[in-house]
């Protein structure tokens, strides 16, 4: 029997990257899972094509996670595809650098939409379908604690709300036996920042491992949270960057 055998999950952003890691991960655990994307139906269908290859039920569902009715009717839809909801992993995210200066309004609410007010809508649509042993995760980020260089303020900031949102999660949902927590990566070789990219090197430098994640050490940690090992973590983060934060 695996660890995740008949629980339903729901990856935002699950197409590429971390999120698609954890899909699979899931998947492999024993989960059925429904993954968003935004801009390639092929990816995505990719993803469910793995999770099937584990003998899962999959889906993919188009959610732009900026849109808050699409998030509401994304979750919506994997609940009633699979009978009801189980893990909730908000994953979907952007990265937004640069000088404060240059941060345009558009550009501020657009980063804020994605990163906690979908993460806010998607968890109150979800724990409508849940029931004890729930689980709330989402994909934080190691820039929310620690900011080593110019240019991060926007993406730290939103993504250090998910560590008060958590924590409130955790007063409100821990009485119905659903628990909320963070997952945090450092460095990890994505499309969105890859190992061998032109800013590589200053990461690699205050990493005491010397490289970056992959997104399978990521989704190990989102699946053990996922299962009988998150019983009685709530309300805390989790950071996987190999020391980076030290």
Known sequence: ????????????????????????????????VAVTYVGSPER???????IEGFGRKGLAIRADSADADAVTAAVDAAAGAFG?????????????????AEL??????HTLAIHVRAVLVATKAAVAHMTE???????????AERVPWPGLSLYSASK???????????????????TATVVQPGSTDTEMNPAGGAGAAPQLD???????????????????LAGDGGRFINGTA???DGGLNA
């Open 1 to 32: 029997m695996s660890a995740l055998d008949g629980k339903r999950a729901l990856v935002t952003g699950g197409s590429r990257g971390i999120g698609a890691a954890v899909a699979a991960r899931l998947a492999e655990d024993g989960a059925n």
């Open 160 to 178: 250090s709300a998910l560590l008060g949102l958590t924590r409130g999660l955790a007063r409100e949902l821990g009485p119905r036996g659903i």
């Open 238 to 240: 989790i950071t996987v």
């Open 206 to 224: 205050l990493n005491p491992t010397g490289r970056y994640a992959q997104a399978t050490d990521v989704a190990a940690t989102v699946a053990y």
């Open 84 to 100: 009801g909801l189980d893990i909730l992993v908000n994953n979907a995210g952007i990265f937004p650098n640069g000088p404060l």
């Open 104 to 109: 345009s309004v558009e550009e501020i609410d």
């Open 44 to 50: 995505a269908e990719e993803v469910v094509a793995r």
């Open 133 to 143: 042993g729930g689980r709330i995760i989402s994909t934080g980020s190691n820039l």
